[in-house]
Nanobody
């Protein structure tokens, strides 16, 4: 089952966006969920991830303090709140998940995730 990501758009530097990720027909309750991004001509890179059996979230250094990953169980939705956006944050953002209980060192690896959303584009104007 693929994931559905949404919420991207055009925002000015310093602005905010909230991305959403839905898993149709099921909940985010096992394994891990991650957000990744890919700018044109660049590799897909890690942004944030959370293992559901632990309370902490891992963030890429450049987004720490600005981005927040959260979950709404009632809506079966995972969010990525992005504040104080910078031009370098512009990319297509992807959510991904796996039902495997990953070790922490695997959270940043795209190959660790089984299901992916289609991507949502974030554009940040300077």
């Amino acid at each position: 089952v693929q994931l559905q990501a949404s919420g991207g758009g055009l925002v000015q530097t310093g602005g905010s966006l909230r991305l959403s990720c839905v898993a149709p027909g099921r909940t985010f309750s096992n394994g891990a969920v991650g957000w990744f991004r890919q700018a044109p001509g660049k590799e897909r890179e890690f942004v944030a991830a959370r293992r559901w059996m632990f309370s902490s979230t891992v963030y890429e250094d450049s987004v720490k303090g600005r981005f927040t990953l959260s979950r709404d169980n009632a809506k079966n939705t995972v969010f990525l709140q992005m504040n104080n956006l910078r031009p370098e944050d512009a990319a297509t953002y992807y959510c991904a998940d796996t039902r495997t209980n990953l070790i922490s060192s695997r959270l940043r690896d795209t190959s660790s995730y089984d299901n992916w959303g289609q991507g949502t584009l974030v554009t940040v104007s300077s």
